[in-house]
């Protein structure tokens, strides 16, 4: 095996450790009862100050998957969506609840970004990016949308200031696949 491949390898070994320390950290917290990040509550403290008038909610998405109202009530984002719109954990939303029951989101209120570069991770069937010393949660249909697989280099929004535990792709460089 050439330098370079052992290079990469070992360079993906450490990343994959670095992902297991920091899951097996949020497993050790969730079982002591303790934070490991600021979670929704910081979020649930910032949707406090929005509106909500009968089918109009306003909220802040607050992880890749849902946004948290004023009262703490967490409203499902559809992935395909909270992808393509590169919603970042912090960003204002309002959601419509239209009369058949349709859920209609829109982001009203973008939170500050910074642009971090890292390596997908699959790990337990869950997509990460190791990037800047932390691994971020990403969404699978981020994931699928650009065709990405284990070890692919992408750049990632999260948000400027403050802790998240997600962030969202914006671009990829995709690894050709060579000696397979």
């Excluded at 070992?10 to 934070?35: C, F, H, W, Y």
């Excluded at 954990?89 to 239209?98: H, P, R, S």
């Excluded at 998240?164 to 690894?175: L, P």
Aim: charge should be negative; proline fraction near 4%; hydrophobic fraction near 40%.
């Amino acid at each position: 095996m050439s330098k370079d491949k052992q290079l990469e390898k070992l360079r993906a070994l450490v990343e994959t450790a670095s992902a297991n320390i920091t899951t097996a950290k949020q497993i050790l917290a969730d079982m002591l009862g303790m934070p490991f990040s600021a979670g929704s509550a910081g979020y649930q403290t910032k949707a406090e100050g929005l509106n909500s008038d009968g089918n109009i909610i306003e909220g802040v998405f607050f992880d890749g998957q849902y946004m948290i109202d004023h009262e703490g009530k967490k409203y499902p984002v559809p992935a395909n969506y909270a992808s393509k719109s590169k919603l970042v954990a912090g960003d204002v939303m309002k959601l419509t609840i239209l009369s058949d029951g349709s859920f209609v989101y829109k982001q009203i209120g973008p939170i500050a970004r910074k642009k971090v570069i890292g390596t997908l991770v699959n790990e337990n069937d869950e997509y990460t990016v190791v990037a800047a010393g932390k691994s971020y949660k990403v969404l699978m249909a981020s994931v699928t949308y650009f065709k990405l697989s284990p070890g692919d280099e992408v750049t990632v929004l999260i948000p400027e200031t403050g802790d998240s535990e997600w962030a969202t792709v914006e671009n990829a460089v995709i690894n050709p696949e060579i000696d397979k």
